[in-house]
């Protein structure tokens, strides 16, 4: 389906606390549109609303400008400003260099700007000429944050995803951004294909704790997702299945029991892991709240899925 390069995919507003005991701060999300990543990683599905060219200088300036002009009615500015765009920000086909000026002019008076980034993208000297348009532009200026896939440091199913790449460049990609003053939050993926499901959990915590040891502030625990095609086929030939929520609520656990940092669990489209609707509901809010806090929070006992 052909998509509208100067309209952003998704806009909405979330919360997460700036610091493991900070307080909980307002977040713009924005899903911009990109052209299709040039990775094609084997877990992606987010081609399917993404250009199949360059964009045109300007377009992600529109999209950014309709983005902040939406009301949101009763609710307080935002702190942070997160640009994710199914790609790589300092990729000049997804994100025109000559666009990057005036982003940096639209972010100011945001506390943080988060994008995200291909680690390999993330070692060329664009990034370093983005933070000089951040210094130029209007004050105060955003802390820029780059968000980089980790996905697992499991070396044979990271191999296996297509990211061409290993642990070792998304280390030395994150030790050059926080030498640069930039922060670095890491996606992890539950249960990527071809890793074992009773090996997911234990799996998805060491690459969280890699990526705080390389330098992360930030993880994002990201339960993989069906439906691209590939994984389906995948599901198919009995090398993948998806994570339960079961699952995911003990990654969150441990991965805080870590103290390393702020941990995540993306909570996106996430009754689709669920097996109870009984639950469910509670067990959502029981995630959020561990998001927010940073802490545990007592589990849910559930009649229906769980007797006595």
Not at 2 to 13: I, S, T, Y
Not at 87 to 108: H, Q, T, W
Not at 189 to 214: C, I, K, M, N, T
Request: charged content about 25%; overall charge positive.
């Amino acid at each position: 389906m052909p998509v509208d390069v100067r309209r952003p995919q998704a806009v909405f507003r979330e919360e997460e606390p700036a610091a493991p005991d900070g307080p909980v701060v307002e977040v713009l999300t924005v899903l911009l549109t990109g052209r299709e990543c040039p990775w094609r990683c084997l877990m992606c599905d987010l081609w399917r609303h993404t250009s199949p060219d360059p964009l045109p200088p300007g377009a992600v300036t529109a999209q950014l400008r309709d983005a902040l002009s939406r009301p949101f009615p009763g609710r307080p500015r935002p702190a942070v400003l997160k640009l994710y765009n199914s790609g790589s920000f300092f990729d000049p086909g997804s994100v025109p260099p000559a666009d990057r000026p005036e982003i940096a002019r639209l972010a100011a008076g945001f506390d943080r700007l988060v994008v995200e980034c291909h680690p390999k993208l993330a070692l060329r000297p664009a990034v370093e000429g983005f933070l000089d348009e951040l210094a130029r532009g209007p004050q105060p200026a955003p802390r820029l944050e780059v968000a980089l896939g980790l996905e697992t440091v499991h070396p044979d199913v990271l191999d296996r995803l297509n990211k061409r790449m290993t642990a070792a460049d998304f280390a030395r990609a994150t030790r050059r951004l926080n030498q640069l003053g930039v922060a670095v939050r890491a996606f992890v993926l539950l249960q990527p294909p071809f890793l074992p499901a009773r090996e997911s959990v234990a799996w998805a915590v060491r690459s969280a704790a890699f990526a705080f040891e390389a330098g992360a502030r930030a993880v994002s625990i990201i339960p993989t997702r069906p439906g691209n095609g590939a994984l389906d086929a995948l599901a198919a030939a009995g090398v993948f299945s998806p994570p339960t929520l079961d699952q995911l609520e003990a990654a969150l656990e441990r991965a805080l029991a870590l103290r390393a940092g702020l941990v995540f669990a993306d909570v996106w489209d996430l009754e689709r892991f669920s097996a109870c609707p009984v639950c469910f509901p509670a067990r959502r809010r029981r995630l959020e709240q561990m998001n927010r806090t940073q802490r545990p929070q007592p589990a849910i006992r559930c009649p229906a899925c769980a007797p006595a």
